[in-house]
């Protein structure tokens, strides 16, 4: 009994041969439910989300899409009082929805203005404003919206057994593949120390400049990010109603608390949140997934962080079988970036059976350009994956190299060959050996370097002695070992150059260029941010446009026939 | 000026230990030890690596990082490499699906039914009694209901035999009981159409007419010669609880002792074979007979000359001398039980078949310390000496221990080999090294266990066992109950489990405690205190463990919760006081060595 | 494994209000508000006369005692299993959810802890529910059952996400905040 096995057919009743071939279309093992839109089982579309409105008295919002003050819920009250500009929001909701939505479409509005129009509306009005806007219109406005003018991608890395060895070679296969941010976790929580070295490890042998981050628990995620051996932290998940927020003891303030300790060493983060969770609760209070996920947006912009994953992350089977439910999650992406939020849209859960549904899902993102188009592409095969599989995998890197050489789009990758990504896989590992000896870690044997040079999946590296592992990670935890202490280990046993790249990311933390919205590192180290790399976008011929070199680059793909010999291929 | 700073390392097999101390004329003060994992095969080059590190770390201990040192004194380590193998030697085998002897959890019914072996879907219309066999994919319910009916049919329904776990299930719905073996895996290969008898024992007990010769004699009806013949099937039914034995016309079941190769035994004078499948008694008394042993070889082709060439080869590799010229110097077989699925079963049955576990170890005179040395020196930018002989500075070391005097021996109880060094009344030192220790022990429990997994051998070795009775209570090996304010992690309940410093960790074994920790104790006198008596025995003068006066136990194992305490019980009776090394009165077991060049450093200084 | 022919019912008949049971080998399996009435299958169709007769059997193969009770006032499966660890004889109880979730609880942990869950109800089966209710007895017996083992698959996000989000909604539908909950008695009953 699992989700592979085909839907039972009713035996009885004669099906004709073109049926039989539908039913057994791998579009068909996925789940599509009816609308429920009383208890929020519907995408953005309901009669029971309120209708906007807002009222200032003394400078103060008193009432908030419908409700007074007496009424709010403590998401009324950090929306009220933290995220809405209170100066200007009465002159915005007074302008008509549709008024806006053309505003976010027409180029020759510009980002500047949207985005300071967008500081005051309700909730319930930006709902009001995106339902206007169909799937092609939201692209267009997250074209000229998003933060960063340059798209980039991140990847998982990952290993079912937990291997450092591996999460370091894949890590540095996909820096060198382009991915600008890394994201690693655990099958067993007490590996952390050990996968977050080989994650930051291999990142920076594949590319310097490379961000990485290991999603765990709060306390243990600020610990790894203060010592330096991460350099963002992304898991900070946020909800769209009091009660699913108190389920979590937690509340707007204590997360805002949490973004501050971050922010207070330099550290880059953003939260997380997405459509489809608190119906998945069970406590949606009535409301539609998009209302509830623009409560988190604005929650997310009152708190202060720079920045939001959504794209309902690993709720997406939720609106992802509900009428209109991806329209819906193309918008959330929108509504973050018009918030001036840096966006990871998602696109990083095992989403559908369907290759074409997993493509169709991504065009949005991938074709109109994000912060992060996923957040992540799993750099490793789906099986490795520990977030439960992404909507791409390893598998799928020809694919997407070809949809953007077709398309000439920026999805932030490139086809790498083959030597160069042994070159670096070998490379990873064998600076990890040496860390490893160093640190007085679980020796490393040449036996895995070679393993994880040629690796695909986890099966393909001996195992590791688990306990003897577990026993150094603790070790790495109770020495206090830091980023600083592995930039020295690095230098020491001869991998100058991945030192000098780690102490840069760390050198970075005092600089506080990462706390910029939207920001990532050029190979050489350059801050591309919203402040330096400003999103320009003002219809044809501006903006961001694949051309020049980069094009060049994204042109090879790993068979492409010769025009000038045809008898062979360009290499 | 402080006076210059000296480390002593002594590199062991697993462990690499150093010992700071400044030394002047007034002799060593010591700073501060250290402990690392070794870097590679001892007395190799890669050694250099755990060495610096070793120092690093006692120089950090003594609050000195970064420290210039002056001298770091390396012991003349003996390279002894050992290898570990085991065979078993004797198994059983089922022919024709004869016999299913298995203790599945929950056997349904009681007593023993004797019938024609039928199909369920067959089942109807038969004259004599029958045992009815049950497929894969049955529903309890449903054969229940099947078999009620087939004797309401008047048909003698009187055993059955299920593939699935039902046979409480069926047993309960039957209007007539009778006795029902279930997680018979293989039950489509029982013989159809043959004379079958069943048995189930109550709970609690053994079965008793299955598991008797003259009891399947007379269930059978058979004359003296095929009695003969039957009579490993009972032995092999022994102890088990449910069972169904099956008379086919060539069936049989044999148990047979397994040639797994000979090894040559070879002292000064002559050379003795001794098949190791006669097991570990006779292959120590070969070895004991061609005393001094010279050197042993294994038959090759067989898993036992494949283990010593592995050996052999390793030291090759070590040393650098060829492959003739290296010499297996001693070895010790041990007997053990190792649980192994039968050949022919049709229910995964498990017997517990004889083997024999060898260790087997190789020595040289040739060490590469001086490359180490060169190594060292060249990463601390220091002079490097390479110091006394191990056992001689280890015997001193252990001198330091308070109350302690000479003559007194030494037994360091290591990973791979047990040691012994005496320092007699004339300032004379012997060592030995013979085959045998931790590892050995852990292969021992592993296998004797069960557990194909190394890591949890290894924790039963290490840590003293218990019983979670409840969330809130553990009951230890010695019977004495702990309880605890905070509930104890869910996945520890119910469980045997290692009572580790990092906590209670579960044993992956279905046995109790007493079993467990009888395995335990017993692989830890087969290998420690056999050997430390053997190891003992090498260096006492005339043989005489009478004559060694005290004994002063070190390394890690000399840590170990009750190592010390067995081989203190067996030298009790030699009239020897026997105890835990305290070098310097501070060091505890350890750092014997280390110290030790210290000491003798320094006394070179004063008297030079 | 056993499946079994021909199709059965269930019918919860209610004995009295839930109480503690004094036998010391007894487990409780604990049904939320929406199991058997008014939902009769698990998310991937599984009867909820099977789920429970499997679990039956499962205890009683190892020799255990069962007593079945029924929980109205909350759809939490901790609170559920919990609960009915509290009236068990013996501390241990099987909490179960309509859609099929299930999870073994013991009367000394937090609420929030368990001894054995199986989140994934896409992948609950007859054979697993038999395993259940078998280390279910074994845990009451003191004994020291394997684990169930766990499967996984990634896939079933897209295919069972939504529909799971669909029941849990409709089993809240159900909870009953002035029902006490109450012993019954499983009736099985075989239509074909």
Not at chain 1, 248 to 253: I, K, L, R, S
């Amino acid at each position: 009994m699992t989700a592979v096995e085909p839907r039972p057919q009713t035996a009885e009743v004669r099906a004709s041969k073109r049926t039989e071939i539908l039913e057994n279309r791998p579009v068909n093992l996925d789940g599509f439910v009816e609308e429920w839109p009383e208890k929020g089982l519907v995408a953005m579309e309901s009669d029971f989300d309120p209708q906007p409105s807002i009222r200032v008295e003394g400078g103060r919002i008193v009432e908030l899409d419908g409700r007074t003050r007496e009424q709010f819920d403590f998401m009324d009250t950090f929306i009220a009082d933290h995220a809405i500009d209170v100066d200007t929001c009465e002159q915005a909701m007074a302008i008509e929805s549709v008024e806006i939505a053309r505003m976010l479409v027409d180029p020759r509005t510009s980002r500047a203005d949207v985005v300071a129009l967008g500081r005051g509306l309700t909730p319930a009005k930006i709902l009001d404003v995106v339902k206007l806007m169909n799937v092609v219109e939201i692209m267009m406005g997250m074209q000229k919206v998003r933060s960063r003018r340059t798209p980039a991608n991140q990847a998982h890395s990952t290993s079912a057994k937990d291997n450092p060895i591996q999460v370091a070679a894949d890590a540095a296969e996909a820096a060198v593949r382009g991915f600008a941010e890394l994201e690693t976790t655990l099958g067993v929580l007490r590996y952390a120390p050990l996968v977050a070295i080989g994650l930051q490890v291999g990142g920076q042998v594949g590319r310097g400049g490379v961000l990485t981050q290991c999603a765990l628990e709060e306390a243990t995620e600020l610990d790894l990010g203060m010592r330096g051996i991460t350099a963002y932290a992304e898991t900070i998940s946020i909800y769209g109603t009091e009660s699913v927020f108190v389920d979590g003891d937690d509340t707007p303030w204590s997360k805002a608390f949490l973004a501050s300790a971050y922010a207070s060493r330099g550290i880059k983060m953003r939260f997380t949140s997405g459509t489809g969770s608190e119906v998945q609760m069970g406590n949606a209070e009535g409301r539609s997934m998009l209302f509830l996920e623009i409560r988190c947006i604005l929650m997310a912009k009152g708190a202060g962080v720079q920045g939001l994953q959504n794209g309902s992350i690993s709720c997406i089977g939720v609106p992802g079988a509900v009428p209109g439910g991806i329209r819906a999650v193309a918008a959330e992406n929108l509504v973050a970036s018009w918030m001036d939020l840096e966006c990871a849209s998602g696109n990083d859960q095992s989403f559908s059976h369907s290759a074409m549904r997993r493509t169709s899902r991504l065009v949005p993102q991938l074709f109109s350009g994000t912060d992060f188009v996923c957040s992540g592409y799993s750099g490793v095969p789906n099986k490795d994956n520990m977030f439960a599989g992404s909507n791409l995998d390893t598998e799928d890197y020809d694919d997407w190299n070809t949809i953007q050489r077709d398309m000439q789009v920026d999805g932030g990758l490139r086809h790498v060959r083959e030597d160069v990504i042994l070159q670096v896989r070998n490379k990873a590992a064998r600076a990890l050996q040496a860390v490893f000896a160093e640190l007085d870690l679980p020796a490393i044997t040449d036996e895995e370097v070679e393993a994880a040079t040629y690796a695909d999946s986890s099966d393909d590296y001996p195992d590791r002695d688990v306990l003897a592992d577990l026993e150094g990670a603790r070790s790495v935890m109770e020495r206090g070992v830091t980023g600083l202490d592995l930039v020295k280990v690095l230098e020491r046993s001869g991998f100058g150059d991945v030192a000098e790249n780690y102490l840069q990311v760390l050198r970075q933390r005092v600089s506080g260029d990462l706390l910029q919205t939207a920001a990532i590192f050029t190979g050489d180290f350059v801050p591309l941010a919203a402040v330096n790399d400003a999103n320009d976008y003002a219809g044809p011929g501006t903006g961001y446009r694949l051309s020049g070199e980069r094009w060049e680059e994204l042109k090879k793909l790993r068979h492409v026939t010769s025009a000038e010999n045809p008898e062979e291929e360009v290499v | 000026m402080r006076p210059p700073l000296v480390v002593g390392v002594d590199v062991g097999n697993s462990t690499t230990e150093a010992c700071a101390a400044e030394v002047d004329d007034a002799g060593p003060t010591r700073l501060a030890s250290s402990l690392t994992p070794t870097t590679g095969v001892k007395g190799t080059p890669a050694n250099a690596a755990g060495v610096v590190t070793a120092v690093r770390k006692a120089l950090e201990a003594a609050a000195r990082p970064g420290a210039v040192v002056d001298t770091v004194l390396l012991n003349e380590a003996t390279p002894v490499i050992s290898g570990l193998a085991m065979e078993t030697i004797s198994e059983t085998i089922i022919t024709e699906s004869t016999m299913i002897g298995h203790n599945p959890e929950t056997p349904g019914g009681e007593g023993l039914g004797v019938g024609t072996t039928v199909a369920l879907a067959e089942l109807g219309g038969q004259d004599g009694p029958v045992v009815v066999v049950v497929g894969a994919g049955a529903d309890f319910d449903d054969v229940a209901h099947a078999l009620n009916r087939a004797v309401e049919a008047g048909v003698d329904v009187v055993a059955a035999v299920l593939h699935g776990d039902d046979a409480v299930l069926v047993a309960n719905r039957l209007t007539r009981p009778v006795p029902v073996v279930d997680e018979v895996a293989a039950v489509d290969r029982v013989p159809l159409g043959m004379l079958a008898a069943v048995e189930v024992a109550p709970p609690g007990r053994t079965i008793r007419t299955l598991a008797d010769s003259y009891g399947l004699a007379s269930t059978f009806a058979l004359d003296a010669e095929q009695t003969r013949q039957v009579s490993p099937v009972a032995r092999a039914l022994a102890g088990t609880r449910s069972a169904v034995v099956v008379r086919t016309p060539e069936g049989d079941v044999t148990d047979r002792r397994i040639p797994v190769g000979s090894l040559t035994v070879s002292g000064a004078t002559r050379s003795i074979d001794v098949g190791v499948d006669e097991g570990a008694e006779a292959v120590m008394a070969a070895i004991g007979r061609v005393a001094p042993l010279q050197d042993v070889s294994g038959e090759p082709g067989t898993h036992v000359g494949g283990m010593l060439a592995a050996v052999r080869d390793t030291m090759v590799d070590v040393t650098g001398q060829p492959a003739a010229e290296i010499r297996i110097r001693d070895v010790l077989a041990v007997d053990t039980m190792v649980p192994v699925t039968v050949q022919g079963g049709l229910a995964g049955e498990v017997s517990r078949e004889n083997a024999v576990a060898l260790a087997a170890m190789v020595r040289t005179s040739r060490s590469r310390m001086q490359a180490v040395a060169d190594e060292v020196a060249a990463a601390l930018g220091c002079d490097v000496r390479i110091g006394g002989v191990e056992g001689e500075v280890a015997v001193r070391g252990a001198l330091t221990t308070p109350g302690s005097a000479v003559p007194v021996a030494v037994v360091d109880m290591g990973g791979g080999s047990t040691d012994a060094a005496l320092l007699d009344r004339d300032g004379r030192t012997v060592a030995v090294h013979v085959a045998g220790a931790g590892e050995l022990v852990t292969k021992l429990i592993d296998s004797e266990l069960g557990l194909d997994d190394r890591e949890a051998a290894e924790s039963v070795k290490r840590h003293p066992l218990a019983k979670v009775e409840s969330f809130f209570h553990v009951r230890h090996e010695d019977s004495s109950v702990q309880f605890f304010d905070e509930a104890l992690p869910p996945h520890v309940f119910g469980r045997v489990v290692t009572v580790t410093p990092e906590g209670l960790v579960p044993v992956p074994v279905r046995r109790p405690v007493e079993a467990v920790r009888t395995v335990r104790r017993e692989a830890k006198r087969r290998v420690f205190v056999v050997n430390a008596l053997r190891a003992l025995a090498q260096v006492a003068p005339q043989g005489s463990l009478r004559l060694l006066g005290s004994v002063v136990l070190l390394g890690g194992s000399a840590l170990d919760f009750e190592i010390p305490a067995m081989v203190a019980d067996a030298l009790a009776p030699h009239g020897v006081v026997c105890g835990i090394g305290n070098v310097h009165g501070t060091e505890g077991p350890r750092n014997a060595v280390a110290a030790g060049l210290v000491d003798a450093h320094a006394a070179a200084l004063v008297a030079p | 494994m056993t499946t079994a022919t021909g199709t059965r019912t269930l019918t919860l008949r209610e004995i009295g209000p839930a109480e503690r049971g004094t036998r010391p080998e007894e487990v409780v399996i604990a049904l939320s508000p929406a199991f058997g009435d008014p939902f009769t299958k698990t998310i991937v169709d599984v009867p909820h006369a099977e789920v429970i007769r499997q679990l039956l059997a499962g205890i009683e193969e190892q020799g255990g005692v069962a007593r079945t009770i029924k929980v109205y006032r909350t759809a939490d499966l901790a609170a559920i299993a919990h609960f009915g660890a509290k009236l068990s004889g013996s501390g241990i109880a099987v909490g179960i959810l309509a859609r099929g979730t299930t999870v073994v609880h013991q009367r000394d942990l937090a609420r929030l802890s368990n001894l054995e869950l199986f989140p994934q109800a896409p992948l609950l089966d007859a054979e697993v529910f038999r395993m259940i209710g078998a280390n279910a007895a074994q845990y009451a017996q003191s004994r020291s059952p394997r684990p169930v083992p766990t499967r996984n698959d990634q896939m079933a996000r897209p295919r069972w996400q939504a529909k799971a989000a669909l029941l849990h909604l409709k089993e809240f539908e159900c909870i009953d905040h002035a029902r006490a909950a109450v012993e019954v008695e499983p009736v099985i009953t075989r239509v074909d």
